[in-house]
């Protein structure tokens, strides 16, 4: 048997949400040990022409979501960019979450093998829908995630390898 496409979509959308809210949730708590603002946190980059902390989980969770809607056939969830504190970044997980979630699995289904057509920039580009959800949606969703505990462990934060990959 084979896994369906809704199956890996949410299966590993869970997994790594699930595992960045909990990271973010660490960071939280070592901020408030440290007596540092979430904004100073927040705002961490490693290089001045990247993206902050914050920026990387709203466009995971983005990622996620919109992934999940072009997937089903639905129309593009918004969610404005407006997070400033840890507790707002974990809600945006969790709102990312709940989208994906409720997603209707034969609607996500029914386009594994038909051509979506992908904005990328000034260009649209045709994807099978399998091939969108592995080599783009997911590729996308963990580089930002990535960059959100990698920016928290830089900062101090103690995470291992298992906060990455398990969910609390």
């Given at each position: 048997?084979?896994?369906?496409?809704?199956?890996?979509?949410?299966?590993?959308?869970?997994?790594?949400?699930?595992?960045?809210?909990?990271?973010?949730?660490?960071?939280?708590?070592?901020?408030?040990?440290?007596?540092?603002?979430?904004?100073?946190?927040?705002?961490?980059?490693?290089?001045?022409?990247?993206?902050?902390?914050?920026?990387?989980?709203?466009?995971?969770?983005?990622?996620?979501?919109?992934?999940?809607?072009?997937?089903?056939?639905?129309?593009?969830?918004?969610?404005?960019d407006?997070?400033?504190?840890?507790?707002?970044?974990?809600?945006?997980?969790?709102?990312?979450l709940?989208?994906?979630?409720?997603?209707?699995?034969?609607?996500?289904?029914?386009?594994?093998?038909?051509?979506?057509?992908?904005?990328?920039?000034?260009?649209t580009?045709?994807?099978?829908?399998?091939?969108?959800?592995?080599?783009?949606?997911?590729?996308?969703?963990?580089?930002?995630?990535?960059?959100?505990?990698?920016?928290?462990?830089?900062?101090?934060?103690?995470?291992?390898?298992?906060?990455?990959?398990?969910?609390?």
């Amino acid at each position: 048997m084979t896994d369906t496409l809704s199956y890996v979509l949410k299966t590993s959308i869970n997994q790594i949400l699930g595992a960045t809210r909990s990271t973010l949730r660490k960071g939280e708590e070592h901020a408030r040990t440290l007596g540092v603002e979430d904004s100073v946190m927040l705002a961490a980059r490693l290089y001045p022409d990247m993206l902050p902390l914050s920026r990387q989980v709203q466009i995971a969770c983005d990622n996620a979501a919109r992934g999940a809607a072009r997937l089903a056939g639905l129309d593009m969830p918004s969610f404005p960019d407006t997070e400033t504190t840890f507790q707002e970044l974990m809600s945006r997980c969790e709102a990312a979450l709940a989208f994906v979630n409720a997603t209707d699995d034969a609607s996500i289904n029914a386009n594994e093998l038909e051509t979506l057509q992908i904005p990328l920039g000034p260009q649209t580009v045709p994807m099978q829908g399998r091939q969108y959800l592995t080599s783009f949606v997911l590729a996308n969703v963990l580089f930002h995630a990535t960059m959100t505990y990698g920016l928290l462990r830089h900062q101090g934060v103690v995470l291992g390898k298992r906060d990455f990959l398990v969910p609390d």
